[in-house]
C-alpha cells in the first residue's frame, strides 16, 4: 500500500495543485529583455524595441531575407496549422495478445 502525503503537502480540495506565476526572486530572462527593450540606449535616440523592429524589417524588406520574412509572417498571422492525411489499406496479418 503506497504511504499518504504528510497533510501540509496534500492538494487542497478546491485549489490548483500548480500555482501560477514563478516565485518572487526568480529570474526571469523574458522579464529582464522586456525591460531592457524599452530603453534608450547611450547615443540612441530610439528605444531598443524600436530599433530592433527597424532591424528585422529591414532585414526582410530590403534585404529579402527569406528567413526573416517567413519569421515575420509567423508571428504576425501565426504559423498555418499541418495537416495530414492519412489514405490507403491497413492489413493486419498477425495479432498477438499478451496476458
Not at 21 to 35: A, D, H, M, Q
Not at 59 to 64: F, L, P, Q, S
Request: no cysteine; proline share 7%.
Amino acid at each position: 500500500m503506497p504511504a499518504v502525503p504528510p497533510e501540509k503537502t496534500r492538494f487542497k480540495k478546491g485549489q490548483s495543485g500548480n500555482p501560477k506565476g514563478k516565485k518572487p526572486g526568480t529570474l526571469s530572462i523574458t522579464n529582464r529583455l522586456k525591460e531592457a527593450l524599452v530603453k534608450i540606449g547611450e547615443g540612441q535616440t530610439e528605444p531598443y524595441d524600436v530599433l530592433l523592429v527597424k532591424r528585422v524589417m529591414k532585414k526582410a524588406i530590403v534585404d529579402g531575407d527569406n528567413k526573416m520574412i517567413e519569421l515575420v509572417w509567423n508571428y504576425t498571422d501565426g504559423k498555418p496549422v499541418d495537416k495530414h492525411e492519412v489514405v490507403g489499406e491497413l492489413k493486419i496479418t498477425e495479432l498477438i495478445i499478451d496476458t
